[in-house]
């Protein structure tokens, strides 16, 4: 089994739950407190993934189609850049409504805010809520917490739902299975969505006074009009002693990640 661990210093800043200093680097995806790096949870669910064979795909790809391999990645990583700006400005859009109840200037992306606003309720949603656990070392960022229950926003009591944003498809095409010890589910899209989540669920349920009641994905689909799909997903047990069993906190003590201070 690989171990995948967060790098680099950060640099950005965003909001954490409670009081905590919790520093976030978008552009590498890193999180860093009190001179520690924290992996983030997208880092942790590739652990238990197969390695993708980018080199030897890709020369295969370019032997078939009589390419250059330069040729097949520089393609890879355009569709990779369009696919990552197309998905932030949706995730922006709903941080801008949810947050400050504004919508973005772009007609597709005020027919998003308005299909989004039939699915949640603004008014009890907090967004870009970034979450973490000191003894295992990891951190994410969730994209939408619903209330469900009573209360100020932002008070984290009672029952929550997690959303998750997605604006890509093919959920359940695969052609391996995930490592151990979830080898007995494929590997998907949906079942590495739903292992975030459960992981977020755990993060959360750990700060606060709170009971996840429901994990759902948002897929966002657009042929003449946006749609949105709505997927509720269960968590997967195990999640927690698997990534326990990874030790990350240990790795990064032994890499000397403390000596950073931020």
């Known amino acids: 089994m690989r171990l995948i661990t967060s790098q680099k210093p950060t640099t950005k800043k965003r909001k954490l739950i ?3 200093k919790m520093v976030f680097n978008s552009e ?7 001179g520690i790096y924290y992996t983030s949870v997208t880092d942790v669910i590739d652990n238990f993934c197969k390695d993708f064979k980018k080199d030897r795909i890709s020369k295969a790809i370019a032997r078939k189609e009589n390419r250059s391999q330069e040729e097949v990645l520089e393609e890879w990583d355009l569709k990779r850049e369009i696919s990552t700006s197309w998905g932030d400005a949706f995730h922006k859009s709903a941080e801008l409504w949810i947050k400050y109840k504004q ?3 772009q ?3 005020q027919d998003f805010i308005d299909k989004l606003d039939k699915e949640i309720k603004r008014d009890r949603c907090m967004t870009e809520e970034i979450v973490y656990n000191d003894r295992l070392a990891i951190a994410g960022t969730i994209d939408v917490v619903e209330m469900l229950s009573e209360g100020e926003r932002g ?3 009672g029952d929550v739902r997690l959303i998750d944003i997605k604006t890509n498809n093919g959920f359940d095409k695969s052609y391996n299975n995930l490592l151990k010890p979830f080898n007995k589910l494929k590997d998907t899209k949906l079942n590495r969505y739903r292992m975030q989540l459960t992981v977020y ?3 959360l349920e750990r700060l606060k006074e709170v009971k996840v009641k429901d994990m759902e ?3 966002v689909g657009f042929d003449k009009e946006i749609e949105i799909n709505r997927i509720k997903v269960k968590p997967i047990k195990g999640m927690i002693e698997a990534i326990e ?7 990064k003590v032994e890499k000397d990640y403390s000596n950073n201070i931020l």
Do not use: F
């Open 217 to 219: 994905i948002l897929q």
């Open 28 to 34: 590498e995806h890193t999180y860093t407190r009190k």
């Open 18 to 20: 409670g009081n905590n």
């Open 245 to 251: 069993e990874l030790d990350l906190k240990k790795i």
């Open 155 to 157: 008070s984290y009591k």
């Open 107 to 109: 007609e597709l992306l």
């Open 103 to 105: 919508k973005p200037n």
């Open 201 to 203: 669920k755990e993060l």
